[in-house]
DNA sequence: AAAATTACTAATTTAAACTTAATAGTAGGG
DNA sequence: CCCTACTATTAAGTTTAAATTAGTAATTTT
């Protein structure tokens, strides 16, 4: 996919701004709070490496952290990406559904 | 990401079985309707990559080719894999959307 | 105290996506 | 009728993300 402003922009990317769009939340919250509004189980490499692509982006950033759990916020760019992306995808779901209702038997 | 019963389903794959979801169509014709309906610009590697993948899966079939072209339609399963999908993202979106709203400021 | 859960790190492998280029047929305009 | 642009696919090489798995260690629960 190629989305010529954003660079690569994947599923466990904009979960993990979602979930972070509730408040800040270490890795381990944000695996939970994934699982329970998307169904979806992010394994931990996928989890803490999409993670640290987003720090490294500016979408996301560290918070000074507790014990052993190290907490992050969404920042103002990360919002306007997962704006942007949400748009898209409404975009997407309302053409797909549309599509496959009008899709007869199958 | 993890989507046990599905394997991976990435970005493409959903955008090309939307797109044949309005009727069967050949890799090119996937193209122009994708970027048409999503603004997505899918490069021929990962189109045609996409492409064999889903035909593997049984998610797509290709019809009889018309000269130089190789037409393919959704399949049942394609079409089920399809809606689960839809519903997924719908959530998510949900999810996202008031989320975002109730950020202050951002 | 043992077991389960929390929380993250790290390494390897697999697979997808990006980029780019090459190929070749077709159509339209000057 | 030749040149250019568009149509349509194949192919190759590189990069990157994701899956998988294992390991560590602290905390909480039983």
């Known amino acids: ?35 329970q509004f998307s169904g979806t189980q992010l394994e931990p490499g996928t989890l803490y490496g999409a993670i640290s692509r987003l720090e490294k982006q500016g979408w996301i950033e560290p918070l000074p952290s507790e014990e052993r759990r190290r907490p992050y916020r969404i920042t103002t760019d990360g919002a306007a990406v997962l704006r942007e992306q949400v748009a898209t ?11 496959l209702s009008a899709l007869e038997g199958l």
Chains 1, 2 share one sequence.
């Open 89 to 99: 995808l409404e975009q997407v779901v309302s053409v797909a559904k549309n599509r």
């Open 1 to 35: 996919m190629k989305k010529k402003e954003l660079g690569r922009f994947s599923d466990a990317s904009y979960l993990i701004l979602s979930s972070l769009s509730s408040g800040p939340k270490h890795g381990y919250a944000m695996m939970e709070d994934i699982r």
